[in-house]
């Protein structure tokens, strides 16, 4: 199936609230296991950018925006339109969400690029609390996750990147959360209680430290073409 390329000289046209939301329903709603949470579809998208620059630059559409939605499938339920692109109930619905996905791997794109201070990743939040007050507690571990799918895309260009010894603490939140990599074991937390909501907001709150750092470990440098 044919997808367009990203291109990341395109018009950045940030999706609003309302369409971030709206994009969350309409991939909880598909009839497909593996479909991204919204969160989980962030850090998916942001792992393609931050990682080596070769592996966006090279890989085909089709390779990585189809498990956003948990792959395409040839056939669909009996009850669906014959000619509905499972899992999607339309042709239509199926080109919106590209879209939107496109939209907003365009602006974080931009965001890490161009302004990574203003970066904010989509994690969950719930709150906890009474009387005397409520406190926001993170769970990135739905972004993690994608995150982590993304690394599986291709990750021999990732190198060394995971058992860089100098990183590994920072790099393990991140790890911790995402379920982690097959021959890489975390630096610390490998056996952090992640059903303790204080423990996950602490792993959570690290992760976007990590997530600069690789930005800036395989941004290309001056004068050269980037890992």
Do not use: N
């Not at 997808?3 to 395109?10: G, T, V």
């Not at 669906?80 to 602006?107: C, E, N, Y």
């Amino acid at each position: 199936m044919d997808y367009p390329r990203y291109d990341p000289a395109s018009p950045v046209t940030p999706l609003s609230a309302a369409e971030l939301d709206a994009l969350d329903a309409l991939l909880q709603a598909l009839p497909a296991d593996g479909a991204m949470s919204l969160d989980g579809l962030d850090g998916y998208l942001t792992a393609l950018l931050v990682g080596p620059p070769a592996v966006l630059a090279s890989l085909p559409t089709a390779d990585w925006l189809p498990w956003v939605w948990g792959g395409d499938g040839e056939t669909g339920p009996a009850e669906a339109a014959p000619s509905a692109p499972f899992p999607f109930a339309s042709k239509r619905q199926r080109k919106t969400t590209v879209v939107m996905v496109l939209r907003h791997l365009r602006h974080l794109g931009q965001q890490l690029t161009e302004r990574p201070a203003t970066w904010e990743p989509i994690f969950s939040i719930a709150e906890q609390g009474g009387s005397e007050g409520v406190e926001e507690l993170v769970d990135a571990r739905d972004w993690c996750t994608g995150f982590l799918q993304a690394v599986d895309l291709r990750p021999e260009a990732w190198g060394d990147t995971w058992r860089d010894v100098a990183a590994a603490s920072l790099l393990a939140p991140l790890l911790v959360l995402g379920g982690g990599l097959e021959g890489v074991t975390p630096a610390a937390d490998a056996d952090a209680d992640l059903d303790d909501p204080t423990v996950c907001d602490r792993l959570s709150r690290a992760v976007p430290e990590a997530v600069l750092h690789l930005l800036a470990r395989h941004a290309p440098q001056p004068g050269t073409a980037g890992e």
